[in-house]
């Protein structure tokens, strides 16, 4: 119980007290010679000194006599006096040295009083002898009970051994330890035959077989009584608690029932947790650590782990078939890995658990989890070898129809016995690779269905031409025979299991081809110098074959290109080859009819134009009435009935900001001042009636601007329209009256005569 700290501090203390009495005795004070009987000092020959002890507690009613004053020296005419702790108040003494105690005293208070006596002359008050120390002893009655220091409280695990500490005790008593008054000794009062105290206060077991699931406290009635070894003295009682504490001494078991059933649909996923299986233990919760095991031909199925209470978790590691087995009985053993059980023991527990499995409408199973069909492309019809093939594993055991519901899936499946066909020939360069499902359903309303993956494999045929691939290929003007001017190679849409072959299909005077049996082909020069300057091409025909299974061969074509080179043989300047590499004769028909068609389109608009003209012409309209039509005019637009027929809004838009506005024309510009208002009027009449009843005329509106020079005119109208009519028979004699500025003028008109007839 005294731990390390406490013991190197009691140690300590014990030093100090060591300490304490060397330096007394040192100060030439022997306490215990003085204590314990007459004082033996040479100087105080005088003084027979008898130890001096009183009782204590005693009630004290008239002073008590407790000893005497002894001096060889001492007559009827000397006195004493004390002097000191409690002199003259606790004790007196009288002239015959009788020393009395007035009080009643307390050793646990004070248990030594110190005095000193004289010896004096009565009469003189002279010292007769020296003064003298002396001890009064206050004598330990047994007036103090022991005190416990508790509350104490012990604990101890079960089955521990015997004599196994549980606590210390302690008890103290104020009076005098080293008499019986002060010594305490312990007892237990109760549970004697399970626990033992020893003098020190240990109290340790007695027994092995303490067991907390039978009682977990004890409480135990400790007495600690002092006048030790005798059966009287004072003693107290104090009750403490002893805590047994848990270890793991009991084995888990399974409680109530033997028998555990549960009920487990057949379509139940794994993992999930069946049921509990509850376990109790009479262990603490802590002790309780139960493991399950179950029979090994059971455990691929089922498991039993302990979940957080520490009960068993009946697991399902795989999916139950009611079809195959509809139930289970097997045996779940419980064992602890660390117990303490006493000897013979069983170490195990065991229940048994019944599974029923239920039944469930399952939809139907297919034979094969993924089916993986292939076929030749091109290859039309075609039936699979391989049939779908489902069944309802239920025990009705319903018919089952297949579908596909994807309507681009190539494949076709028949409803009642799974065959399945090609819908469609497949072109493998296209879509090498189909994924359907093929859906399983019970011919039952709302019957169960499931569905499986159809892989189907488009397989190779060689049923593509293989494909020139040369990269520019030209030769250099600089190029000597035997040069080799580039390689060429060839590709295939089929999967190619052949090496590509290449021979000139028409022998070139220029070039050779060489195959290299490793599909490609060496371009050399064969033949001479070339020039830029000639216009010749340069075009090989080349027949490729693919060495497939049936052989596929193309002639493709290759233009060779003529530069000018630099030395390192880099072209610097390349005539345009006119024909390109490879333009097949199905590209040149395409591009033959695209020609053709333009032509046919182009033939057609120029008809239409010429029947329009023609119609036009038809309507017969004079050349020159239209002329008279396009004079210029300004252009209102936007007519009441037409307006269908003519954009006005560009015109009205045109004419508000200014830009659009035509420029009127020198000739409508001059115009004579109107000279008469009703000639203006009936003229203006006239030309409204003509318009309004003219059919072959524009039919929109149009402003139509007339120049008209008016009826006082001396000139006339200068106009052409009229004058052929009247040229001739007109006297022009007038112009000679205007004098000599229109002689020209006169002239021109032939005024008769000559100049002469004009008067200037
Ligand atoms: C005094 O008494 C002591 C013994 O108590 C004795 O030894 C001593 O001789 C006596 N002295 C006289 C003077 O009587
Ligand atoms: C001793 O045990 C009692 C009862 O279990 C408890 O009430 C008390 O607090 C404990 N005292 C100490 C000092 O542990
Ligand atoms: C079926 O084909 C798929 C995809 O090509 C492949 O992953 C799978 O292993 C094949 N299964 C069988 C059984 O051949
Ligand atoms: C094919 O053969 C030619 C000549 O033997 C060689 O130069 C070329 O590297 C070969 N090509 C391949 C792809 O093996
Ligand atoms: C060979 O080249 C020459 C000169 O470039 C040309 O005139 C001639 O037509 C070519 N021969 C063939 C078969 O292309």
């Not at 300490?19 to 100060?27: D, H, L, P, R, Y």
């Not at 020393?99 to 248990?111: A, G, I, N, P």
């Not at 549970?191 to 077991?205: E, H, K, M, N, P």
């Amino acid at each position: 119980m005294m731990t390390g700290p406490l013991r190197r501090k009691d140690s300590w203390l014990r030093i100090l007290a060591i300490a304490f009495i060397v330096s007394v005795t040192e100060a030439g004070e022997p306490t215990s010679e003085v204590r314990r009987g007459p004082a033996l000092h040479r100087h105080k020959r005088a003084w027979n000194w008898q130890a001096l002890y009183t009782g204590e507690e005693n009630i004290v009613t008239t002073p008590v006599q407790i000893g005497k004053l002894r001096n060889n020296k001492s007559n009827e005419y000397t006195q004493f006096i004390i002097q000191g702790e409690g002199a003259n108040s606790i004790f007196v003494v009288n002239q015959q040295g009788d020393v009395f105690v007035t009080q009643k005293l307390d050793r646990e208070t004070k248990s030594v009083y110190r005095l000193r006596a004289k010896l004096i002359d009565s009469i003189t008050k002279h010292e007769i002898e020296a003064a003298s120390d002396f001890e009064i002893h206050v004598q330990d009655i047994n007036d103090n009970a022991p005190e416990f220091q508790g509350p104490f409280n012990g604990s101890i695990e079960e089955m521990s051994k015997e004599g196994t500490p549980v606590l210390t005790v302690k008890a103290t008593d104020k009076d005098d330890p080293t008499i019986a008054n002060g010594k305490v000794e312990y007892k237990l009062l109760t549970d004697t035959d399970i626990f033992a105290i020893d003098q020190l206060g240990v109290i340790r077991s007695r027994v092995t077989s303490l067991d907390r699931e039978f009682k977990s406290q004890y409480k135990v009635a400790v007495q600690a009584k002092d006048m030790y070894g005798q059966t009287n003295g004072f003693s107290v009682t104090s009750t403490i608690t002893i805590t047994v504490t848990d270890i793991n001494d009991n084995l888990a078991y399974f409680p109530k029932r033997k028998s555990y059933t549960f009920d487990v649909r057949e379509d139940e996923q794994p993992v999930i947790s069946i049921g509990i299986i509850e376990v109790e233990d009479k262990d603490e919760e802590q002790n309780k650590d139960p493991t399950f095991s179950i029979p090994e031909k059971f455990s691929e199925i089922f498991q039993v782990i302990p979940n957080q209470r520490k009960d068993g978790n009946l697991r399902l590691k795989k999916a139950l078939d009611y079809e195959q087995q509809e139930s289970y009985t097997f045996s779940v053993f419980l064992t602890e890995q660390k117990v303490k059980l006493p000897p013979g023991a069983s170490r195990e527990n065991r229940a048994e658990v019944v599974i029923t499995v239920i039944d469930v409408d399952e939809p139907p199973v297919f034979t094969r989890p993924v089916y993986n069909i292939s076929v030749q492309e091109e290859r039309f019809p075609f039936r699979f070898p391989e049939i779908i093939s489902a069944k309802d594993p239920d025990k009705i055991n319903h018919r089952i129809r297949y579908y596909i519901e994807d309507n681009a899936c190539p494949i076709a499946v028949d409803a009642d016995s799974g065959q399945m066909s090609l819908k469609w020939k497949l072109d493998r360069e296209s879509l090498a690779f189909h994924v359907c499902q093929v859906v399983a359903e019970e011919k039952t309303p709302n019957g169960k269905r499931s569905s499986v993956t159809v892989n189907l494999v488009v397989m190779d045929i060689n049923d593509n031409e293989p494909k020139l691939m040369g990269g520019d290929v030209f030769v250099c003007d600089s190029d000597n025979r035997g040069t080799v001017i580039g390689t060429i190679t060839a590709t295939d849409k089929d999967e190619l299991n052949g090496v590509f072959h290449f021979r000139l299909a028409k022998p070139s005077s220029n070039f050779s081809l060489s195959d290299n049996n490793n599909g490609t082909a060496t371009l050399t020069v064969k033949n001479g110098k070339f020039s830029t300057e000639d216009s010749a091409d340069h075009i090989l025909e080349i027949e490729i074959t693919d060495g497939g299974t049936p052989l596929m061969k193309s002639i493709d074509l290759l233009a060779i290109k003529v530069c000018q080179c630099n030395s390192r043989r880099s072209p610097e300047y390349c005539r345009p080859a006119r024909a390109t590499t490879g333009v097949s004769v199905h590209a040149l028909i395409a591009i033959l009819l695209c020609i053709v068609t333009i032509l046919v389109i182009v033939i057609l608009i120029v008809l239409r134009r010429r029947y329009r003209k023609d119609s036009l012409v038809a309507l017969g309209k004079a050349s020159g009435e239209i002329h008279e039509q396009l004079v210029t005019y300004d252009e209102e637009g936007g007519g009441e009935m037409d307006t269908n027929g003519y954009d006005v809004s560009i015109l009205t838009s045109a004419r508000h900001d200014g830009t659009m506005l035509p420029e009127p024309s020198l000739y409508s510009i001059v115009k004579k001042p109107p000279a008469c208002k009703g000639d203006m009027a009936m003229m203006i009449e006239v030309k409204k009636d003509e318009a309004d009843h003219d059919r072959d005329g524009i039919p929109y509106d149009t402003l139509h601007i007339y120049g008209y020079e008016g009826p006082g005119s001396l000139a006339g109208s200068l106009s052409s329209l009229e004058s052929s009519s009247t040229d001739g028979s007109l006297d022009y004699d007038f112009l000679c009256d205007w004098g000599p500025r229109f002689r020209t003028l006169a002239e021109l008109y032939g005024v008769d005569g000559s100049d002469s007839d004009c008067p200037y």
